[in-house]
């Protein structure tokens, strides 16, 4: 039994993983907001890492690749929309 609860729970942080960065992905590429469409993803990223940082108590990696790859995704929107 602990074994399979080990892998249950290895499996569940990873799909919350996958889950959150997806969704910075989607949003980061189709969110209008006033400002640069990289800084835009940054924020964005940033507010969806939050939840997921405070639960992991992982604050400086998760926040970190959250507005990483907030930012990456909003460039990326505006140089494929040119």
């Given at each position: 039994m602990g074994i399979w609860a080990c892998r249950a729970g290895i499996?569940?942080?990873?799909?919350?993983?996958?889950f959150s960065r997806f969704a910075i992905w989607l949003l980061a590429a189709n969110v209008l907001l006033p400002?640069?469409?990289?800084?835009?993803?940054?924020?964005?990223?940033?507010?969806?890492?939050?939840?997921?940082?405070?639960?992991?108590?992982s604050y400086a990696g998760i926040l970190g690749t959250g507005v990483a790859f907030g930012a990456l995704a909003g460039w990326a929107a505006k140089m494929w929309a040119r």
């Open positions: 499996t569940t942080m990873l799909l919350q993983a996958f400002l640069h469409p990289a800084v835009s993803g940054a924020v964005l990223g940033l507010l969806i890492s939050l939840p997921d940082a405070f639960a992991m108590k």
